[in-house]
């Protein structure tokens, strides 16, 4: 077992709808980090969080630290957001900001 | 502020041959962290740098590979005698002090032809 779960694999919404992508690990961690890559491209920071909630335009980003759980939320999603979202944490028992990655989400926003 | 720079974007290596990628921090950052990514998986780390220190190699593979990061200029992960398996997106990120500011560079697409 993967110490950093995602769901759903895939997830194909139209504009306009709001998306949640789901993340549960398995380790203590000392922040969560949610990264967005398009294809061929970089990856890109969109939030990182140790509790509580952020919020960014669109984006919101969630963590219950109890449950060992984080959520990623687009808000009137556009079809420039389809990219893959990637849920990585920063273990408490590993050096440094060293991160582990989840195998990503991949939206798709159809017009 | 320039972010973090990593050249070459892309590379194109025979089999046998050396590949060297170049990985220059955000200005202010000292740690370094390498990553790959395979085709079609989830990004794994591979090696944990501060100036002119490795401090964690727990994910590098034990042969053909090494890192290093010197007290003047960009870090290197070096790869020897390249196989076909070693094609992947390489990526760097850096940081301050390990809370603040974990940036990603654009990658280096390695490809063994």
């Known amino acids: 077992k993967n110490e950093v779960e995602q769901s759903p694999q895939n997830l194909t919404a139209q504009e306009g709808e709001f998306i949640t992508i789901n993340c549960s690990y398995s380790?203590?961690?000392?922040?969560l980090h949610w990264l967005q890559q398009h294809p061929g491209g970089g990856i890109v920071s969109l939030f990182m969080?140790?509790?509580g909630k952020k919020k960014h335009g669109r984006l919101i980003a969630t963590i219950n630290i109890q449950e060992k759980h984080s959520s990623l939320h687009i808000t009137a999603s556009h079809p420039r957001d389809s990219a893959v979202y990637i849920c990585?944490?920063?273990?408490?028992?590993?050096?440094?900001?060293?991160?582990?990655f989840g195998e990503g989400t991949q939206l798709t926003v159809n017009p | 502020n320039a972010g973090v720079m990593q050249n070459p974007r892309h590379l194109v290596r025979r089999r046998g041959q050396e590949a060297r990628l170049r990985c220059s921090p955000m200005?202010?950052?000292?740690?370094v962290y390498w990553y790959r990514q395979l085709p079609e998986e989830g990004l794994k780390f591979m090696v944990y740098?501060?100036?002119?220190?490795?401090?964690?190699e727990s994910g590098m593979p034990k042969e053909r590979f090494s890192a290093e990061f010197p007290k003047e200029g960009p870090s290197i992960l070096r790869i020897q005698q390249v196989v076909r398996g070693d094609s992947a997106a390489y990526f760097c990120?850096?940081?301050?002090?390990?809370?603040?500011?974990?940036?990603f560079g654009s990658g280096t697409r390695l490809t063994v032809v």
């Open positions: 990120a850096s940081s301050s002090d390990g809370n603040y500011g974990y940036t």
């Open positions: 380790v203590g961690i000392s922040a």
């Open positions: 969080l140790s509790s």
């Open positions: 990585a944490v920063r273990s408490v028992e590993t050096s440094g900001s060293r991160l582990t």
């Open positions: 200005k202010g950052h000292s740690h």
């Open positions: 740098l501060q100036k002119e220190n490795i401090i964690d």
